[in-house]
Nanobody
Framework: QVQLVEAGGGPVQPGGALRRACAAAGFTLETYAIQWFRQAPGKEREEVLCISNSDSSTYFEDSVKGRFTASRDNAKNTVYLQMNKLKPADPAVYYC???????????????WGNGTLVTVSS
């Protein structure tokens, strides 16, 4: 079965860090660009950043620059989102998604992860 499986959500304190994992099953993640989206309650889903299949990152949300980083471990067929210095504005359901290129938007994704809630509270 072709799918993306996410892990690593949960509560964290303001200023804390969290690492999300997005593992592929049934296909090779190395050939895909991986996007990270988030959707906060009552808001539309927004694209946060993308890591291309050549390991370059594109940020779509200025507020996460310098705090969030995407990386790959091709041996594990997994992409990670390292989230540092988390802020009260960051809580949302975070999703990973795979596509051929970065910048295709939500409608251009081939596969979606199940999404995991990230909460930031003291």
């Amino acid at each position: 079965q072709v799918q993306l499986v996410e892990a690593g959500g949960g509560p964290v304190q303001p200023g804390g860090a969290l690492r999300r994992a997005c593992a592929a099953a049934g296909f090779t993640l190395e050939t895909y660009a991986i996007q990270w989206f988030r959707q906060a309650p009552g808001k539309e889903r927004e694209e946060v950043l993308c890591i291309s299949n050549s390991d370059s990152s594109t940020y779509f949300e200025d507020s996460v620059k310098g705090r969030f980083t995407a990386s790959r471990d091709n041996a594990k067929n997994t992409v990670y989102l390292q989230m540092n210095k988390l802020k009260p504005a960051d809580p949302a359901v975070y999703y990973c998604a795979a596509s051929i290129w970065c910048g295709l938007g939500a409608a251009g994704m081939d596969y979606w992860g199940n999404g995991t809630l990230v909460t930031v509270s003291s």
